[in-house]
């Protein structure tokens, strides 16, 4: 784990001074029952941490002079953590087809076995995938028997909990999400047999953003009016999104059915050629997006001089997934897109890489 974490800081995911220090949250995932999921969160000392029944609060160590902040969910045994600190973990940065896979640096996630050993990132994962299969088979099945095969993921899907829109901002702003936040329900104690009243808080560690947009095209499945509003969780701070003033948008309905609540860290840029079609280029996360790209996009050339990604925090191995030759070029450790994609291709793809569990 000691590898892991070094190798956040030397990337310079945080700036070294007083008021910063890490959140080390770990705990258990119902998806990987054999393994603990760490995150990895960077956190203001002035910024209420909350209190949660089910974690427990370790304190503070010293970790290359900064503060690390433990928090465990209850029932994971601990006595050998402080130890890992200071062990290089034994599977280092491979995985088992000896491809780097160091912590996720969209969610700063990983996995770590038992013992606190290093097991793999947490996004991209086979085991994922292959958990989530049935689910998606079984709505493609669905799917196709409601919709010409040519139409799939055409426009409108009532099926798929998304909607797609260039939108053009009109507000962002933060608010605290932990207001308000407690649950209360009656339960039955085990041991008295008596009916009590259970308080749960919620704490949610990101920030947190309403947000106001007029639409100016729906994308995927239609929004009722021409404004819309929806939350945003951002664990970095403003999102990223907010500094355009229009562009493409993912959001879904909450499960109560009040909201909308943006995809956490989805959106596209948005341009327009001189015919007036809007187009963007393709972000790549995986070696399953790449593949696809490869079979199924064919996009055209145009020129994305302004937009400029640094590369240098980035090894060979993730900059040949996350800027795949063929759509970007890279000079000088920057990358600038080089191959445009119009909307019909643009939400194929995100549906079929991005958003393919919803």
């Not at 760490?38 to 910024?47: A, C, E, G, L, R």
């Not at 260039?166 to 649950?183: A, R, T």
Request: one cysteine or more.
């Amino acid at each position: 784990m000691s590898e892991i974490l070094h190798q956040f800081i030397k990337d310079e995911n945080i700036v070294k001074n007083d008021n910063e220090i890490l959140i080390l949250g770990i705990q258990k995932y119902f998806y990987e029952p054999n393994y603990y999921l760490v995150s990895i969160m960077n956190f203001d000392k002035s910024q209420y941490l909350g209190n949660q029944p089910n974690l427990q609060y370790l304190g503070t160590y010293d970790y290359e002079g900064l503060e690390l902040s433990i928090i465990l969910q209850q029932g994971i045994k601990y006595s050998n953590l402080e130890y890992c600190f200071n062990k290089k973990s034994e599977n280092y940065f491979y995985n088992e087809k000896s491809e780097v896979s160091e912590y996720d640096p969209i969610t700063w996630k990983f996995y770590v076995d038992e013992k606190f050993n290093y097991v793999k990132p947490f996004y991209n994962g086979k085991d994922e995938i292959e958990k989530f299969q049935r689910i998606k088979n079984t709505v493609y099945s669905r799917i196709t028997k409601l919709t010409p095969k040519k139409e799939l993921f055409k426009n409108a899907n009532d099926l798929i909990n998304l909607y797609a829109f260039i939108g053009e901002k009109i507000s962002v702003e933060e608010f605290n999400p932990n207001i308000n936040n407690e649950v209360k329900e009656k339960v039955i104690d085990e041991e008295t047999k008596d009916s009590v009243t259970v308080v749960r808080r919620n704490f949610v560690m990101d920030r947190a953003f309403r947000c106001k947009y007029k639409v100016i095209k729906n994308i995927f499945n239609n929004l009722p009016n021409d404004t819309v509003e929806f939350l945003a969780y951002d664990h970095y701070g403003k999102p990223y999104f907010s500094e355009r003033d229009s562009v493409i948008l993912y959001i879904s309905k909450s499960k109560n059915d009040d909201h909308y609540f943006h995809q956490k860290y989805q959106y596209d840029e948005v341009f327009r050629d001189e015919a007036g079609n809007y187009f963007s280029y393709l972000k790549f996360r995986n070696k399953e997006n790449v593949e696809y790209t490869a079979k199924n996009i064919k996009g055209f050339k145009t020129n994305f001089r302004n937009e400029k990604f640094n590369l240098k925090n980035l090894n060979t191995n993730v900059r040949k997934i996350y800027y795949p030759r063929g759509f970007y070029k890279i000079k000088n450790n920057f990358a600038t897109p080089i191959k445009g994609i119009y909307l019909d291709e643009l939400i194929n793809y995100r549906l079929q890489t991005t958003f393919k569990n919803l």
